[in-house]
């Protein structure tokens, strides 16, 4: 196994770098969270996951840990591959999925092109529990007030013109941080700080 690659980025894309090391240039493909954070680097180290399939031998690169191993637990769900464990990773940073995994909030994964329902629902059935177990965390056990206020909380941000994906994402945050938010304008609040 590869652990990772060290050396001088020769050509950079938003999904795919190849970097030279060792007088080898190695084609890795990368999500745009990590482009974003290589974007403006010329030597690098990129954590990397070797995927061997009967057809295809291919590198995948990570700037940090936690996406590389959130990658590992994406492909290890039936019916989602490398290119779909990077179009998650693409379009929501490695905290947002792992927050949206354990929150139980399939609905922050709509934002992702060709990730459906379904296949959130598959995503967050299959790794709820081995995030939660890997990280050390309870899962949150929200009150019946507690999600009482949440959906107060939510049509009124809605109601005022902010987007309902972003909200929920403002809200499941807050409430990661602050569980024992006692009122409803206390957590619109927090969220709005969110938000802005």
Known sequence: MIAYIKG???YKTPTYVWVESGGVGYHINISLNTYSKIEKEEQIKLLTHF????????????AEEIERKLFVHLIS?????????????????PEEARSAIVSDNFVAFQKVKGIGPKTAKRVI???????????????NIVNAQGNTNREEALSALVALGFNSS??????????AKHP???TVEKLIKLALKQLS
Not at 125 to 139: M, R, T
Not at 166 to 175: E, H, N
């Open 51 to 62: 995927h061997v399939t009967e057809n295809s031998q291919t590198l995948y690169g990570f």
């Open 180 to 182: 024992d938010t006692g």
């Open 125 to 139: 059935l299959d790794l709820k529990d081995k995030l939660i177990k890997e990280s050390g965390e309870e899962p």
């Open 8 to 10: 001088t980025i020769t």
């Open 166 to 175: 972003r909200v929920q994402k403002a809200l499941t945050q807050v409430l």
């Open 77 to 93: 769900v039936s019916g989602i591959g490398p290119s779909s464990a990077r179009i998650i990773l693409s379009g929501m940073s």
